[in-house]
């Protein structure tokens, strides 16, 4: 643990639950989505368009490389190429799961 008093760390944590209850107020049309790991979820789906994007434009010849949800590619071949390619990969992904592009819960 850390060097603090137990009573300031149960405080801290007090006020981290408050916290949580006004987050989870203010938010309510999303609530179902806490702690559902809806992010991970996410997180995946942005790499798998990434990817395939990714794919689309080196098949095309451009080398590009992936850099958190973007790509990396020579100026002389941008040309809106990648961003044509991820959302093509995403109306893909939506043909395939409908409006839940995260695809089955677990599975992404």
Known sequence: M??????QRFCERVEAN???VVVEHRHKPIG???FSDAGVRLMRLD???????LKAVN?????ALPV???????ARDVDHRGRHERGEALKRRRRRHGDN????????
């Open 68 to 74: 958190h949800d973007a790509m990396i590619a020579p």
């Open 59 to 63: 098949d095309n010849g451009v080398a």
């Open 101 to 108: 592009v995260a695809g089955p819960k677990g599975r992404g």
């Open 18 to 20: 408050k916290l949580l």
């Open 32 to 34: 179902r989505a806490f």
């Open 2 to 7: 850390t060097g603090r008093p137990l009573n």
């Open 47 to 53: 790499s798998e368009l990434i990817l395939e994007a």
